[in-house]
């Protein structure tokens, strides 16, 4: 009994006598506590109190401006004599979708700040009570009005003490999401009949994408937030267009709320929201036009011959092999036939540009870090490319025939065979093509990605139809098909030679994969092709028309097992023995060459504070265009000689595995494909260089005749 005296006498004495005296009332489905931030207060301080909101499981309370129906949180403060009550210091909110309505409010716990003063005639020794009195809306399925009376007395004290430490952390996440004001971002509105456009745009300093992001109005029942928001981020602004209610004011000065983005408005980890008040008027301009009707015209036109071009680069050339065996065919087939193998092929094409483009902006929609050519950044993806293409070079050695041989009776291929091979050779050409639009398309590619889907796919759309148009022209003109031979024992051989073009295209992806994961996978790779190589001669020798049918099944069943199996182990194994090679980036000694050092945003950041010229590599391993400017200019005396007696400090962002913080760089210039070169001329402030995708000696040099040599500063 003594022992529970003391203990009870203990619990009086904390809450009576020790500094606050916090109190904690609870409505039907919200526990509400008065938190003051410090454990005493000062004559004239300006402290922060909390008003600590937990919500049960599946209720909530609602933001400033509710949204599509619901009351915000008020408090009525009765303050000792002298002392005032700022307004409620607002967190962003949750986006809360209750179709057809939107609101907007708060789950789970909050914290609403506000900052009260104290009067300059406090005596310290004395106490004060703060009291208040909040009201809600509480809402799950039904809404129920909820409040509660909360009450806190602190000490008064000479001298301010500091913040109460069990509630440090909470006050500082409370803080942190806060919307950011004065953070150097500009804001520009405009209606235009039904709808408003809002823009934000960046700080010099600022390098990231924000999108995707929401706006949360301060104003409820003008903006319509059931319908979707278009938006986009390009050259440093981003713009959100926006439809309006039927309610909205005929006339609108001014537009408040917040942007909320996850990543950040200041970089990773930094504040997610953004207050936004911006005066209607003009908007910004568009420093590349992209947004008019004529960029959008332009960027189609130059996807078209950007696609064109695409059939003379390094990546495509084994593909025309396939392409080249379909002309010899059709040269020797009606007019009708060769114009929808065309056709076909178009479809094959323009569908695995449509495949490839929307899985990228849906990941990316997602959140995913990707640029153009991502799937070559995957071991899964190459493995598979590289199974694909070794039978398809099998085949063309003859080891076994895909369908009816070219030189067979009258050189025909049955017609269902015929149309499904035109339509895969559309997608191979298109797989193996991605790392190689970056030379003509780089431009075109960044304006596709940061642009609504509709313009994206339009841009896609033209790209496979360039890629795809000198087929289908020489397909649909006979004529020009005549200067072909006629079929015979040649066109075995050129069947046999383009087999090796395709046989070096999966060396380049092996090599690509080694990059990526190392020996030991590739050692296994090899295995597996092994194993395809001996199911392809088996299909071969036995699975001929020359043989009974019965020992055609069994030997294609056979085929199909070894294959499988193979590909089957393969995959398997790269978790197991994938792993990438560590980069090593040693600096150069004399004669060396180019001092690379690997990509990382603090580098480069504390080279430009230092005032220091900087060189951005963006690169890849499967980017061909990326190796062959490496061979040429890179490697270059001259060119090496000029990065070490100027003192450039050469980085390289190496992308040939996925890395979003090479991604995020990408996109800061617009660009979601490599080769990407940029210059950072001296100085603190000094923007950036873009340089050709398709570099020289005479280019590089030519951008670095301005700088002094090291010995001269």
Same mark, same amino acid.
């Given at each position: ?106 789950? #789970? ?46 000490? +008064? ?6 913040? @109460? ?63 979707? +928001? ?42 997610? $929201? ?41 990546? !495509? ?31 094959? !094409? ?81 797989? !193996? ?30 790209? #496979? ?151 951005? @590599? ?28 100027? $003192? ?5 962002? @190496?992308?040939?595995?996925?890395? @979003? ?53």
């Amino acid at each position: 009994m003594k022992h529970i005296l003391k203990v009870i006498g203990f619990a009086l004495l904390l809450g009576s006598g020790w500094g606050q005296a916090q109190s904690t009332a609870r409505s039907e489905h919200v526990e509400a506590t008065l938190i003051p931030e410090v454990t005493s207060i000062a004559p004239g301080q300006t402290f922060t109190v909390a008003l600590r909101m937990r919500m049960d499981k599946g209720w909530h309370t609602y933001w400033l401006n509710g949204g599509d129906s619901g009351l915000p949180t008020e408090i009525q403060w009765t303050l000792p004599q002298g002392f005032t009550a700022a307004d409620i210091q607002w967190p962003w909110p949750e986006w809360i979708e209750t179709p057809p309505l939107v609101t907007l409010g708060y789950h #789970g716990e909050i914290y609403l700040l506000v900052d009260i003063s104290a009067p300059t005639d406090l005596k310290p020794g004395t106490k004060v009570t703060l009291k208040a009195r909040a009201d809600w809306l509480e809402c799950e399925d039904v809404c129920i009005p909820g409040g509660v009376d909360v009450a806190v007395s602190l000490p +008064v004290t000479a001298q301010p003490t500091p913040a @109460d430490p069990e509630y440090v952390e909470a006050f500082a996440a409370a803080r942190h999401r806060l919307p950011l004001k004065d953070a150097g971002w500009a804001f520009a509105a405009k209606r235009e009949g039904s709808r408003l456009i809002l823009q934000a745009r960046a700080p010099e300093w600022y390098k990231d994408d924000p999108t995707p992001v929401r706006f949360f109005p301060l104003e409820g029942g003008w903006v319509d937030l059931t319908r979707p +928001v278009q938006s986009q981020y390009q050259d440093g602004t981003l713009t959100l267009d926006m439809a309006l209610t039927e309610t909205a004011p005929e006339t609108i000065t001014q537009i408040k709320g917040v942007l909320v983005s996850e990543k950040g408005w200041r970089g990773p980890q930094s504040e997610q $929201g953004l207050y936004v008040e911006a005066q209607t008027g003009d908007l910004f301009a568009s420093p590349s036009g992209a947004t008019t009707v004529g960029g959008f015209l332009y960027a189609l036109l130059f996807a078209f011959i950007g696609g064109m071009i695409l059939n003379l680069m390094p990546c !495509v050339l084994p593909v025309l092999s396939l392409k080249i065996m379909g002309f010899v065919q059709q040269a020797n087939e009606e007019h009708s036939k060769a114009w929808k193998h065309g056709a076909v092929f178009t479809l094959g !094409v323009v569908v695995s540009f449509w495949v490839l483009a929307g899985l990228l902006l849906a990941l990316r929609a997602g959140g995913e870090q990707l640029g153009w050519g991502f799937q070559l950044q995957s071991p899964l993806f190459i493995i598979i490319l590289a199974f694909f293409l070794f039978l398809f070079a099998l085949s063309m050695f003859g080891v076994f025939e895909i369908g009816t041989s070219l030189t067979t009776i009258e050189g025909k291929t049955a017609g269902k065979q015929g149309w499904m091979g035109s339509f895969i050779s559309g997608v191979t050409a298109t797989v !193996v093509a991605t790392p190689c639009t970056a030379p003509f398309m780089g431009s075109a590619l960044g304006f596709a990605l940061t642009q609504p889907a509709w313009i994206s796919m339009a841009v896609f759309t033209f790209l #496979g139809l360039g890629m795809a148009f000198p087929y289908v022209l020489l397909s649909s003109m006979p004529g020009l098909l005549k200067f072909v031979p006629k079929p015979g024992r040649w066109m075995e051989s050129m069947k046999q030679f383009m087999g090796f073009l395709l046989a070096a295209t999966v060396l380049w992806l092996l090599w690509v994969l080694a990059q990526q994961t190392g020996a030991i996978l590739l050692i296994v790779v090899l295995g597996g092709l092994l194993l395809v190589s001996i199911a392809a001669w088996i299909y071969g020798r036995w699975g001929n028309l020359a043989m009974p049918p019965k020992t055609r099944r069994i030997s294609a069943m056979l085929a199909v097992l070894i294959t499988a199996g193979a590909l089957y182990l393969t995959i398997d194994s790269i978790d197991l023995f994938a792993a990438t090679p560590t980069v090593q980036n040693k600096e150069a000694t004399d004669g060396e060459g180019i001092a690379w050092q690997a990509y990382d945003e603090k580098l480069v950041n504390d080279a430009r504070a230092k005032g220091k010229p900087v060189f951005l @590599d963006f690169t890849a391993a499967w980017c061909l265009s990326c190796q062959v400017n490496d061979r040429i200019t890179f490697s270059d005396p001259d060119v090496q000689n000029v990065f070490k007696e100027k $003192g450039i400090i050469a980085i390289k962002a @190496d992308w040939t595995n996925r890395d @979003d913080a090479i991604t995020r760089a990408l996109a800061s210039f617009g660009r979601n494909s490599v080769p990407l070169y940029v210059y950072y001329p001296p100085g603190v402030d000094s923007p950036p260089k873009l340089l050709p995708e398709l570099i020289t000696p005479g280019i590089v040099l030519e951008a670095f005749k301005t700088l002094p040599d090291l010995s001269e500063n």
